[in-house]
């Protein structure tokens, strides 16, 4: 047999494109082909790292962000004349066309700022339009000045969601949103739903981490083009607004929408009640390749935001505009497509009743909005212009957790023959590893015990990862791979000479660990990368009153941990 050639970074760029892209019948098999073909062609520990582009987790030190950045100071030692002239000879571009030494007068100041100018509009072009490919071909046809212009929003690329922060309660947000008008929306608890029309009528919904849930949905595709778009068109206010923003091309009343992009939320629906069903319910629905005739758990669609019209980008319109205009352009269809129930008060009587509202409507509170200062839609950022009110933010953490299962221990009496406790961790996301905060065995029912045991079972390892963060007084019995999103409700969030979350943030020398750890449900609509992150503790952690009230925070008995 011959030796296969050597791989080159673009042929396995190019073949995992193809593999990405295969659909239809057999593509599994296909697939698999495929990747055949590339592992026989490795060498040395390049299988290693196939294996891991493939999963998705090169675990190599580099986050996203430390990408962006080392792409746009590559741009800013770059002379572009030098490359627009090697690319006109037909020439491949090589890395000597870097210029480590080219500087800007001014000094080291100047070279910082002009560097920080550079990866900011990279950083910026990369929100908007999340493709290396049209970045980097954008950065070689026209340097750096205009990436964030010619790379932005499209129909068919989805974007980042905006997240919002989690509040105490309604004088917590008074006091946050003291000067600004703000909106109180409910909390639909459901699976968020980006909804695409692209110009050639395809309908295409993603998640919030932008996978492409089409095929999940096909009552929300097929309700969208039979019944929303026929009636969906530029009345003579959206006109006018969206003339007010400065659209130069002028528009006709009457002009039927074309390509748009919703923000909303899709949650299960009982057509004969006429209410929203729990998120267990719609949890039960299969992921993909549904047919329509199958669908036993029935959806509607709750829009919150417009993002994109017939080729005009709003998200840097304030949230006041980008609603207005939904509720112009869009019909409702009850119980198929609506618009979010909302509430323009600051009057704390109205916004608890309103948050009690929501409650019995099967919601999970409120999201607080600012609706002219500040209120742009800030894409992939978890922004404090959106503050989220649930009623068990009321009590205890101002938040509930996303964590991720990392072990199983063996339970006793009734509890023998499966796990009877779980080993739970967050998630670092700048060393790409997993920092344990809890152990947890409250809140689970028997059946969801034995439910959990029989997941867990088949993703058993010998032993941790090396990516996973823990005390030896606090090893499992069975260690799993981190595959499980946990979302958890805690009394508070303590320093802990046990847990490893958020080490050396609040204490040197300890972490954090959640204080009467509870279950509240699986998210399945989380990858584990996704999980609440070390950061996002040690903030909550600040927040609590004990702590701001506090300079010193009492260490506290292990056993609460359990």
Not at 5 to 12: G, H
Not at 55 to 60: D, E
Not at 149 to 161: A, M, Y
Not at 206 to 230: C, F, G, H, M, W
Request: charged share 25%.
């Amino acid at each position: 047999m011959f030796k296969p050639k050597s791989l080159t970074l673009r042929q396995v760029f190019g073949r995992l494109k193809e593999i990405a892209l295969l659909t239809g019948n057999a593509a599994q098999t296909k697939k698999v082909k495929l990747i055949q073909t590339l592992l026989v062609a490795c060498r040395e520990c390049e299988a290693k790292y196939l294996i891991r582009c493939l999963q998705g987790k090169l675990r190599i030190g580099l986050a996203e962000q430390s990408v962006l950045a080392a792409l746009g100071q590559a741009v800013a030692m770059t002379s572009f004349h030098s490359i627009q002239a090697v690319l006109a000879d037909g020439q491949p571009l090589s890395v000597d066309l870097l210029d480590t030494s080219r500087k800007p007068i001014g000094g080291p100041d100047a070279w910082k700022r002009h560097c920080d100018e550079v990866i900011g509009r990279v950083k910026q072009a990369y929100a908007q339009c999340p493709n290396y490919e049209k970045i980097v071909e954008s950065l070689l046809e026209d340097g750096p000045d205009n990436v964030h212009k010619r790379c932005c929003i499209s129909p068919g690329i989805p974007l980042r969601p905006m997240l919002a922060h989690p509040t105490h309660g309604v004088t917590e947000v008074l006091k946050r949103f003291d000067q600004a008008d703000f909106t109180c929306e409910f909390k639909y608890d459901g699976e968020r739903a980006q909804i695409h029309l692209l110009a050639d009528s395809t309908v295409r919904v993603y998640s919030r981490n932008q996978e492409n849930n089409t095929s999940k949905y096909p009552d929300i595709v097929n309700s969208l083009v039979a019944n929303v778009l026929k009636g969906a068109k530029l009345t003579a206010e959206a006109c006018k607004l969206l003339d007010s923003i400065g659209e130069s091309t002028p528009l006709i009343e009457g002009t039927p929408v074309t390509t748009f992009i919703l923000d909303s939320e899709a949650v299960a629906w009982d057509r004969v009640a006429e209410q929203i069903l729990p998120f267990q319910v719609l949890s039960t629905r299969k992921r993909k390749d549904v047919q329509e005739g199958d669908v036993k758990v029935c959806v509607c669609v709750y829009a919150f935001d417009l993002l994109y019209l017939n080729g005009i980008p709003l998200t840097e319109q304030p949230l006041r505009q980008r609603r207005e205009l939904l509720r112009l352009v869009f019909p409702t269809i009850p119980g198929q497509f609506m618009f979010a129930n909302s509430l323009d008060s600051s009057d704390t009587e109205e916004i608890i009743k309103f948050m009690d509202e929501s409650i019995k409507g099967n919601c999970e509170g409120l999201m607080v909005k600012t609706l002219d200062h500040d209120a742009t839609y800030e894409i992939a950022k978890r922004s404090r212009n959106w503050l989220k009110l649930k009623k068990d933010y009321l009590e205890g953490v101002g938040d509930t957790l996303d964590l991720v299962v990392i072990g199983g221990f063996h339970g006793s009496g009734k509890r023998t023959g499966r796990y009877g406790g779980f080993l739970l961790a967050c998630y670092n996301p700048d060393d790409e590893e997993y920092q344990t905060i809890c152990k947890i065995g409250t809140g689970l029912k028997d059946e969801d015990l034995a439910k959990h045991s029989d997941f867990l079972k088949n993703y058993i390892i010998p032993s941790a990862k090396t990516y996973y963060q823990y005390t030896k007084s606090l090893e499992p019995d069975h260690w799993f791979e981190p595959i499980q999103v946990w979302e958890i409700k805690a009394a508070d969030i303590s320093i802990s000479p046990a847990h490893k979350a958020a080490a050396g943030m609040a204490d040197p020398e300890k972490g954090l660990s959640l204080r009467f750890p509870r279950f509240l449900r699986v998210r399945d609509d989380k990858r584990p990368e996704e999980a609440t992150t070390s950061a996002q503790v040690y903030d909550m952690y600040c927040n609590q009153e004990q702590v701001k009230n506090s300079d010193k925070q009492e260490e506290i008995n292990e056993e609460d941990f359990y």
